[in-house]
């Protein structure tokens, strides 16, 4: 067993993609000042994160904690949610707002 070592890095960032399974893209914002004009600049960079219960969605704000290897892109994992998304609701309720339009348009139209 390894005794101390290196700390690992951990990132806070907005889920931007959920489309694959089990992984996750969260774009971790920065700011940095220009070296010449002094100017605050935001740069931003996309990280592939593994969530193995797929209970991260997008726009939540998550925390990732970087781990070895797990495939060709991925070197992070999801360590926690930090806040959910406003607004954004996963494709379930997506099915029950459409079947919740077909219901008023029925109702609507047998009037």
Same mark, same amino acid.
Do not use: C, N
């Given at each position: 067993m390894r005794?101390?070592?290196?700390?690992?890095?951990? #990132?806070? *960032?907005? /889920? @931007?993609?959920?489309?694959?399974?089990?992984?996750i893209?969260? =774009?971790?914002?920065? &700011?940095?000042?220009h070296?010449?004009?002094?100017?605050?600049?935001?740069?931003?960079?996309k990280?592939?994160?593994?969530?193995?219960?797929e209970e991260? #969605?997008? *726009?939540? /704000? @998550?925390?990732?904690?970087?781990?070895?290897?797990?495939s060709? =892109?991925?070197?992070w &994992?999801?360590?926690e949610?930090?806040?959910?998304s406003?607004?954004v609701?996963?494709?379930?309720?997506?099915v029950?707002?459409?079947?919740?339009?077909?219901?008023k348009?029925?109702s @609507?139209?047998?009037?």
């Amino acid at each position: 067993m390894r005794k101390g070592g290196a700390q690992k890095k951990i #990132r806070t *960032g907005r /889920v @931007v993609s959920t489309a694959m399974q089990k992984t996750i893209v969260v =774009l971790v914002e920065r &700011r940095v000042r220009h070296p010449l004009y002094g100017k605050e600049i935001r740069r931003h960079r996309k990280f592939y994160a593994h969530d193995e219960k797929e209970e991260a #969605r997008a *726009g939540d /704000v @998550v925390r990732i904690i970087e781990t070895r290897p797990l495939s060709r =892109l991925k070197r992070w &994992r999801l360590l926690e949610i930090v806040r959910r998304s406003e607004g954004v609701e996963g494709p379930e309720s997506d099915v029950a707002a459409a079947e919740d339009e077909d219901q008023k348009l029925e109702s @609507v139209k047998a009037e």
